[in-house]
């Protein structure tokens, strides 16, 4: 636990402008990232006597080691420069929401050619159309299969889009009537694309034009005893108003708002946003998150329009945002808000009327996500914390292993060596963290070496980036270097984990990256007492980013029996690091191995300790065999073509698609290769011996069907 006294910058070096500041810990981590008006009188605040601060705070100045700050013009800036910087590095001690689900969205691609009407989840693409997001994929579905009467727009994928272009036959939506047809030419490309513009207006909130031209042909059509007709559109009206009643009017005037209410406790808070669109609720969201900061229902509030609107611009931004409680500065917020959206944007609290009985709406749905939420998560943090409790117990731990990383090796008959490493912090994944190796001081199958040579190159990253930040305090002289198979000396090594008390931490040490400041902004100041260049480059300081391999764990786990664990240790032991525990699990009976005893651990079958080193391997397993066959797939779609030298993926695409496979391609003559664009003399002379000489590929097989797959059908690319 650091004193915060130990780093505190004198306060004649703190400027009293508009900034942005950042706490580091002892790895060089950002671990928290606040702005401010006055950078002087904020930094000001967290200096205090520990006995007056939020125990939030006082965790949080007592896990750093150093402070910094950039300068910046206005409050916006700060605003801009804050959510920039949460983003990048991912404080674990601010405040994030996070998606409790991945929504649904209806979406309608703009961007291509013949638009399509269809579900989306995940980051938002440019050029696409997104209405929503809606609670559940059916409900987009149902309204869909209703607008498609009025606009049959496309909906069918490209490669169904692709084959009804090649066979002149639409699909089955395209005979009964809910598709338009472009692949068949039923309707121009203009037409198509008028269709889907419509059926953006309508999702929009702009139905009555809709509604009336409908009502006005369907009765122009009963005058002229068209019945037929007139009854066809007396259905798409019907079919129209069961779409909009599915989204009832809330508010008049098809008023465009947001409307975002918070409920929370003193350890976490939920935030629930209803869109109104038109008038109408068009999608509902909700986000909880640990309180792991010291903040009121205003700084919640400004998080949540941060997360909402940080990457969303133009009709995204609504003109109206309704809020509980308005943020510390209003009048920057509404500012960013409206540069966002490119307009004026309303940032208010609704005092009468439906717009406030409608934030009660919204405010009982957080407070029932909030309970729903500490419901499901009271059984989950005990059940976790059992389990490392038992984990630290059976292997005679001082502490619980916060941090647990696993390794496994997967091959093929001894082919395509691989190993995975997964992480898991607090008895969740980590995937962010997870790395993948290749085998490289041998060849063939042998677990217990490929063991030995990953934990050898992790945690000899690990001691490099160790002494390249100068947490080591010794470096000793090199001794013999062949009594290790990587050449690397034994070295002593001393505790680098932060304190087991203090949270766990959730990000890595940093990159380097140049001294200087944000462009636009003033200058960086770092007060860390143990800020140390990085040896023969030029000045450069650690920006706080996730670093691979950077961070140390608790524990060590091996899939495999007593030699595996053997071999981790041996390396752990080569590099002179002694203070992290090492196990192995072995499949047959799921015993627990520890280093220089004979007999295993037993964990009971009942154990959430044992389920959790189970749920850790099976996910290194998962990692290493995933990644085994992605490269021995790659492997074997490799071809004569890779060993040409200088000849990219663009020309060896090139080729292919002139000639139309490799076997023709291999019976063409130097000329004709030269032909293709891109293609001269020598490179056209080198594809030709590459072939000659390369032995033709064994014809591919269809397992489904048993059909073979001749090159001509579209086989091999290389």
């Known amino acids: 636990m650091a004193d915060p006294s130990s780093y505190r910058p004198k306060p004649g070096q703190i400027p009293d402008s508009p900034g942005v500041y950042r706490f580091r810990d002892e790895h060089r981590r950002v671990i928290y990232v606040g702005k401010a008006k006055n950078l002087r009188q904020r930094l000001a605040n967290y200096f205090q006597d520990l006995a007056a601060l939020h125990p939030r705070t006082r965790t949080m100045v ?199 209410a918070v409920a929370e406790d003193e350890l976490e808070a939920a935030v629930q946003i209803f869109h109104v669109r038109g008038g109408r609720v068009r999608g509902q969201r909700g986000w909880v998150t640990d309180k792991v900061e010291n903040v009121d229902t205003s700084g919640l509030v400004e998080h949540a329009l941060q997360q909402l609107y940080g990457e969303e611009t133009g009709d995204a931004v609504p003109k109206e945002v309704l809020v509980p409680a308005l943020p510390e500065d209003p009048d920057a917020v509404s500012q960013w808000l409206a540069g966002r959206r490119g307009a004026q944007v309303s940032l208010r609290i609704p005092q009468r009327g439906d717009k406030k009985d409608l934030m009660a709406t919204v405010q009982r749905n957080a407070q029932q996500a909030l309970a729903l939420h500490k419901t499901k998560r009271a059984s989950d943090l005990t059940t976790r914390s059992r389990a490392l409790e038992e984990i630290a117990e059976a292997l005679g731990l001082d502490t619980a292993p916060l941090r647990i990383e696993c390794y496994d090796i997967s091959h093929l008959q001894g082919d395509d060596v691989v190993a995975s490493m997964v992480v898991f912090e607090d008895g969740l994944a980590r995937k962010s963290e997870y790395r993948r190796f290749q085998i490289k001081s041998f060849e063939g199958q ?94 450069r300081e650690d920006d706080g980013r996730p670093k691979r391999f950077a961070y140390p764990p608790q524990l060590v786990v091996v899939d495999g029996g007593q030699p595996q664990v053997a071999a981790a240790k041996r390396a752990l032991d080569e590099l002179g690091i002694d203070d992290i525990a090492v196990c192995g699990l072995a499949k047959r009976l799921e015993e627990v191995w520890l280093p220089d005893d004979d007999d295993p651990v037993v964990l009971p079958r009942s154990s959430e300790g044992l389920y959790l080193l189970q749920r850790v391997r099976d996910e290194a397993h998962r990692f290493a065999i995933t990644y085994q066959r992605t490269k021995r797939a790659k492997r074997i779609r490799s071809g004569p073509l890779d060993a040409v030298a200088g000849l990219g993926e663009t020309r060896k695409q090139a080729l292919i698609k002139h000639f139309g496979s490799v076997k023709k391609l291999r019976q063409a003559t130097i000329d004709e290769i030269c032909a293709v664009p891109g293609i001269g003399r020598r490179t056209a002379e080198s594809v030709a011996v590459a072939l000659a000489t390369a032995t033709p590929a064994a014809p591919a097989v269809n397992t489904a069907t048993g059909e073979i797959i001749d090159e001509d059908d579209g086989g091999s690319t290389t």
């Open 62 to 260: 007592t896990t750093a080691a150093s402070v910094e700050w950039t300068v910046v013009s206005t409050e916006v800036e700060a605003l801009q420069l804050e959510y920039s910087w949460i983003k990048e590095f991912d404080p674990r001690f601010n405040v994030k929401y996070r998606d409790d689900k991945s929504y649904p969205y209806l979406a309608v691609t703009l961007n291509e050619e013949f638009p399509r009407v269809q579900v989306m989840r995940g980051s938002k693409k440019k050029g696409v159309r997104y209405f929503g997001p809606y609670g559940h994929a059916w409900a987009i579905r149902e309204t869909v299969d209703l607008m498609l009467r009025v606009f049959p727009v496309r909906t069918c994928s490209a490669g169904v889009f692709k084959n009804a272009a090649r066979t002149g036959r639409p699909c089955l939506l395209g005979y009964i009537g809910k598709c338009s047809a472009p692949c068949v030419g039923r309707v121009t490309l203009e037409e198509h694309r008028e269709l889907a513009e419509d059926f953006c207006d309508f999702m929009a909130g702009r139905t009555g034009t809709y509604i009336r031209r409908l009502e006005k042909d369907m009765m122009a059509a009963a005058e002229e005893m068209e019945y037929e007709r007139a009854a066809r559109l007396r259905d798409d009206l019907e079919a129209l108003k069961r779409a909009m009643e599915k989204s009832a009017v809330v508010l008049a005037d098809a008023t465009d708002a947001d409307l975002i």
């Open 446 to 539: 042998d677990d217990v070496r490929s063991m030995h040579e990953v934990i050898g190159r992790r945690f000899k990253r690990y001691l490099q980036e160790k002494e390249r930040t100068g947490e080591r305090e010794e470096t000793p002289a090199p001794t013999d270097r062949a009594a290790t198979p990587d050449g690397l000396a034994p070295t002593p090594y001393g505790r680098a984990a932060a304190d087991p008390a203090a949270p766990s931490p959730d990000g890595l040490p940093s990159a380097a990256g140049p001294v200087g400041c944000v462009p636009g902004t003033g200058p960086v100041h770092d007060v860390a007492p143990d800020a140390v260049p990085d040896p023969g480059s030029e000045p």
